[in-house]
């Protein structure tokens, strides 16, 4: 994680909700007691001892270097996720001999890459992905950027790409959002995503750390992440498929853990089935849904409560939407929540005794997503749906009112 720079701080890059959670990321807990005006002037010696080595060579926004689009796109109404990009993008290239180069904010374009990429050849590469909302009050937010940041990071760590400050990397593409801020819909359902790309750029074959990386940032309009008008999804559940293994890279954002999902995906379409409900190991435990968390709202074995969601063990990814839903539940106070392995031999008995409240998964792309049935080993397992008193249903308005701005809170980080 990256430092916030005095000047930073004077030039007011970060309102009180930012430093709060900056600060929160990178001081120990008992520095929280302080007001923000004494955090402002001494930011905490642990996360400055920590990051002084990765964050010395970061390339810095103060060096960003603007090219505004001599021409601007139409901004059609309704798109498919993923498929209408805004008018501008980030670059920022390194090399093992020069460092990070200067940030560059350009016209939207096509990337130029030799045809021994490394990134082409051996998936050396990961990206992130989060939100910017308009409110009620037309303000621009970000959703807890700092930990998309954070899990970047972590990820380029794992795939030996070069470390960054993560502050200035947020300020950057606070700024690129600035810049094409009309791309966000006044909507509450629909929003601007954000997908930052870390790549390697080595122009040559063999499997070794890269010499050249290119870390770039575009957006794109966002609206349902599922085609379907259904309300609840329909997961297919089959052992001979694992999306992810111990020692593996399952808590890392990285691209070959989606495209080795495929096959699998499509095979799920065959049976009627919207995502994939992974399973690891000879138990069958539940991992992920598609690209999503999932979560288990039961009465347990014990006759308790509980809202339950997989650990994370190293296959999960550590999802700030799943972060989010526990802080949230855990605050409630109402019924047990816990990180713990469930399988589908527990799920299927809960069913038997009508033991299961609801399930559902989460991310960035679709938020919260009631599951309605699960087909598994040759049985379609129906789920309670949610209803408005549901805990799906709570936590969905909870999030999207702190995300536009209905509910203060410090998770909001202001653009």
């Avoid at 009465?299 to 409560?305: A, L, P, R, S, V």
Wanted: glycine share 6%.
């Amino acid at each position: 994680m990256g430092l916030v720079s005095i000047r930073e701080i004077k030039c007011k890059r970060f309102n009180k909700y930012n430093l709060e959670v900056y600060c929160r990321l990178h001081c120990h807990h008992s520095d929280l007691r302080c007001d923000v005006s004494s955090l402002k002037g001494r930011i905490c010696d642990r996360a400055t001892t920590r990051m002084a080595d990765d964050s010395t060579q970061s390339f810095k926004a103060v060096d960003l270097a603007v090219q505004l689009s001599p021409a601007l796109k139409a901004k059609p109404h309704v798109v498919d996720f993923g498929t209408v990009f805004t008018d501008h993008m980030l670059t920022v290239e390194w090399s093992v001999t020069e460092g990070w180069q200067a940030p560059f904010i350009r016209p939207f374009t096509n990337l130029s890459l030799h045809p021994a990429c490394s990134s082409l050849h051996y998936g050396i590469q990961l990206f992130e992905g989060f939100k910017v909302y308009r409110g009620d009050d037309s303000r621009l937010r970000l959703f807890r950027p700092m930990l998309n940041m954070s899990r970047m990071a972590d990820s380029a760590k794992r795939a030996c790409l070069p470390a960054f400050d993560q502050t200035e990397l947020l300020e950057c593409i606070r700024r690129l959002v600035e810049i094409d801020q009309d791309w966000v819909p006044q909507s509450d359902s629909a929003s601007l995503y954000i997908r930052p790309t870390f790549i390697s750029t080595e122009p040559s074959l063999g499997v070794k750390r890269p010499g050249r990386a290119l870390l770039y940032v575009i957006l794109c309009q966002a609206g349902s992440y599922f085609n379907s008008e259904a309300d609840a999804i329909s997961l297919w559940a089959d052992p001979k498929y694992t999306r992810a293994w111990k020692g593996g890279t399952g808590d890392c954002k990285m691209g070959g853990n989606y495209g080795c999902s495929l096959f699998a995906q499509y095979e799920a379409d065959d049976y009627g089935c919207q995502q994939v409900l992974w399973l690891y190991g000879q138990d069958h435990q539940i991992t992920e849904a598609g690209t999503m968390n999932i979560f288990l709202h039961w009465i347990n074995q014990d006759g308790e409560e509980e809202l339950a969601t997989p650990p994370l063990d190293g296959i999960i990814l550590p999802g700030i939407t799943r972060r989010s839903i526990l802080e949230l539940t855990r605050k409630w106070g109402e019924f047990k929540v816990t990180e713990r392995y469930l399988t589908m031999s527990q799920l299927c008995c809960a069913l038997k005794q009508q033991r299961v409240k609801e399930m559902f998964g989460s991310g960035t792309a679709c938020m919260i997503c009631p599951i309605g049935h699960i087909v598994y080993l040759g049985e379609n397992l129906h789920i309670p749906c949610r209803d408005k008193q549901s805990v799906t249903s709570r936590l969905t308005k909870e999030l999207t009112d702190i995300q536009y701005g209905r509910t203060p809170s410090d998770w909001t980080f202001m653009v």
